[in-house]
């Protein structure tokens, strides 16, 4: 008897403790960067994207349940053409998919895993991060995750979809150096 009412009493404070604060993004602060490659050569244009939302938990130990979701038409490069281009149907054609969306599972040992979504296909991703405390409960989430573009049907210029494409080839990876900043609600 005594042991059910101390499992009980467990119980009842386990469920009695708080939930992991959780924390929103900031988009004033958080900045999203791309860089492409040319699969000869040196050219590796870059540009931004702009974060629309996001929120995550952080227990002070592990952040977790997160989801952030970016602006697709806002994808920019230093050349019009080239913008114009990415938000187009041959890349990620923003007007059909306006949003791409990052859901993070858990971070552990440093790496993130979770699921990212461009052009309504979602596939799993991990790669590195690190977390740095700000004042005022704030955070910063920083890493850079390199993303297979084909996974998700961006396939222009990809030499293991077009054959003879020379110079013109693009890399299949590019990389998304983030830098978010989160404040406590």
């Known amino acids: 008897m005594k042991t059910i009412l101390a499992f009980l009493l467990l119980l009842t404070m386990a469920a009695a403790q708080s939930a992991a604060p959780t924390y929103q993004a900031t988009a004033a602060t958080s900045r999203l960067t791309w860089t492409g490659h040319a699969e000869t050569g040196t050219w590796a244009p870059t540009g931004t994207v702009q974060l629309l939302r ?4 952080y227990d002070g130990r592990t ?32 007007k059909k998919y306006p949003t791409a969306v990052f859901v993070l599972r858990e971070v552990r040992g ?62 299949n990876d590019f990389q998304l150096a983030f830098s978010l900043e989160v404040a406590k609600l």
């Open 110 to 171: 440093g790496t993130a895993t979770g699921q990212l979504t461009l052009k309504g296909i979602t596939k799993p991703v991990q790669f590195p991060v690190v977390l740095e405390q700000l004042p005022d409960s704030r955070l910063r989430v920083k890493g850079t995750a390199t993303i297979d573009r084909t996974q998700f049907g961006v396939n222009y210029n990809s030499s293991s979809f077009f054959q003879n494409l020379g110079s013109y080839a693009i890399r």
């Open 63 to 94: 952040l977790r349940n997160g989801r952030f979701e970016f602006d697709m038409h806002t994808i920019q490069h230093d050349d019009a053409k080239l913008t114009e281009h990415l938000r187009g149907e041959d890349f990620f054609d923003a």
């Open 54 to 57: 996001g929120t995550l938990s």
